[in-house]
């Protein structure tokens, strides 16, 4: 994200409710409120050196952090504050889905680590699971 340093001062600093997500989106719903323009790049690439990538498994905590911060910018921008049902409907349907979440992640296993052990030489006798159609070699 880059913007210059008067929107900053125009708009003020990010929300410290969020933990990491939902931040930049609701800093630029505030921009849009004000009237000013938000543009996207689609075709600028951007490396996130950071090991959270797709296919790794996520910890219980990101996967919190995210959904806490979908509940916060739904309640700042779509609900009259944290008392009105809409907001402890959200609350209710983002921690549900939060802890489906965790679980999901928990009993799968993680695409770099099946993509490692699918390039592993395999043992003699070893038949992996991806093979097996019912009748053992």
């Known amino acids: ?18 933990f990491g997500y939902w931040v930049d989106t ?17 075709d600028a690439h951007i490396t996130h050196h950071e090991g959270n ?5 996520k910890t219980a905590s990101r996967i919190w952090m995210f959904h806490y911060g979908a509940y916060q910018y739904y309640t700042k921008w779509h609900t009259a504050g944290y008392c009105d049902p809409r907001s402890l409907l959200a609350f209710a349907a983002l921690s549900t889905r939060s802890l489906l979440k965790t679980a999901m992640n928990n009993l799968t296993v993680p695409t770099a680590a099946r993509a490692q052990s699918e390039s592993k030489p395999r043992q003699q006798g070893e038949v992996r699971q991806a093979e097996y159609r019912g009748t053992r070699p």
Not at 26 to 42: E, F, I, N, Q
Not at 53 to 57: E, P
Request: net charge positive; glycine share 10%; aromatic share 16%.
């Open 26 to 42: 609701d800093w630029c719903r505030g921009l849009a409120v004000r009237g000013k323009t938000v543009y996207c790049l689609p």
């Open 1 to 18: 994200m880059f913007f210059r340093r008067k929107l900053l001062d125009e708009v003020g600093a990010w929300d410290e409710r969020y």
């Open 53 to 57: 990538r797709r296919g790794n498994r």
